[in-house]
């Protein structure tokens, strides 16, 4: 973006894709991290005199409008905090998009549709997704790409519209994969990471990568009970994905070859039933040894002896990422664990990286302080997958 700063944006439009997918409860915007960091991209196009057109998707709509995931609130919160008037286009490239384009000044901002709201843009067809390209390609001069969150997505905004116009990545885009660079080129180590979150299934290219680069995994979260019950023990009716379990086996022996410490729950929170994470009403969860679940009992957070052990093999790590919380930290009696990740990562001297989603959501919910942190992520999928060391589509297409 530099360069095409240095070139001159006064006058042009610049087509801004985004990633605004921000968790709302209903209208409210629950947390607004991934609209704050791309302010720098859209503060210096607009200082620059450029007519900024933001795009962005959000959750998942069926390829048509859908009020329930509009981006309104997103486009009034990023007026918020620019300080500045953003205009708002009811559709994404039709007759409001058009007209809310033109009549933008010089250093004007103005937010299109959730782009979602189109088929072609999700669409596996290339024609279908081209089509919808050219549409999005009317609407501006230049493109930067500044989605990190989506660029993981081979969807048209992200994959196809690069390809129609000069294309250039934004600052948040440039900093993500800086960071991550540093977690898999020169890695220093120990390189610590933990993993947690629901499903082992989401994690299993990550965790087959990581076994030859990190020194130290540790799990938490949901996934843990499916490598307790691989290691033997019993988990009562925690979740559990049996199907992942010859995987998870072959991950623990591939580990101890390798000289990787795979660390697991020593003991767990457990109560009868999923906690109420509305009424958050108290659920009095008792604590077992992870080899001494109760068949009627639920594993819901890491115990008190794990966050012990868990923030001891985090005391000396030079480098750290973290993705998935530890337990269901929406509810106060199982935030303890993911409490403790966090605060063992911001403890640490290292460099601390948390992986998007719900474990950057987990950082912002439970107050912790972002700038105790090396960096936190806006991408979930697309961090894991980078780490993975996929092509991501969204990067692909930046890269000329
Ligand atoms: C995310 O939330 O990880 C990104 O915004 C991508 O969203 P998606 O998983 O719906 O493509």
Known sequence: IDELLSEGVAGKRVFVRADLNVPLDGTTITDDGRIRAVLPTV????????????????????????????????????????????????????????????????????????????????????????????????????????????????????????????????????????????????????????????????????????????????????MAYTFLKAKGYEVGISLLQEDQIPAVREYMERAEKNGVELVLPVDVLVSTEFPDLKAKAATHPTTVAADAIPADQEGLDIGPETRKLYASKLADAATVFWNGPMGVFEHPDYAEGTKAVAQALIDSPGFTVVGGGDSAAAVRTLGFDEQAFGHISTGGGASLEYLEGKTLPGLAALED
């Open 43 to 222: 503060k210096a196009l607009a200082e620059a005199g450029a007519r900024v057109v933001v795009a962005s998707h959000l959750g998942r709509p069926k390829g048509a409008p859908d009020p329930a995931f509009s981006l309104a609130p997103a486009a009034a919160r990023l007026g918020e905090l620019l300080g500045a008037d953003v205009a708002f286009a009811t559709d994404t490239v039709g007759e409001s998009a058009t007209s809310t384009v033109a009549g933008l000044a010089d250093g004007q901002v103005a937010v299109v549709e959730n782009l979602r709201f189109n088929a072609g843009e999700t669409s596996k067809d290339d024609a279908e997704r081209g089509a919808f390209a050219d549409r999005l390609a009317e609407l501006a001069d230049v493109y930067v790409g500044d989605g990190f969150g989506a660029v993981h997505r081979r969807h048209a905004s992200v994959y196809d519209l690069p390809a129609r116009l000069p294309h250039y990545a934004g600052y948040l885009i440039a900093t993500e994969v800086g960071v991550l660079r540093k977690l898999t080129e020169d890695v220093k180590r120990p390189y610590v990471v933990a993993l947690g979150g629901a499903k082992v299934s989401d994690k299993l290219a990550v965790i087959d990568q990581l076994l030859g680069k990190a020194d130290r995994l540790l799990i938490g979260g949901g």
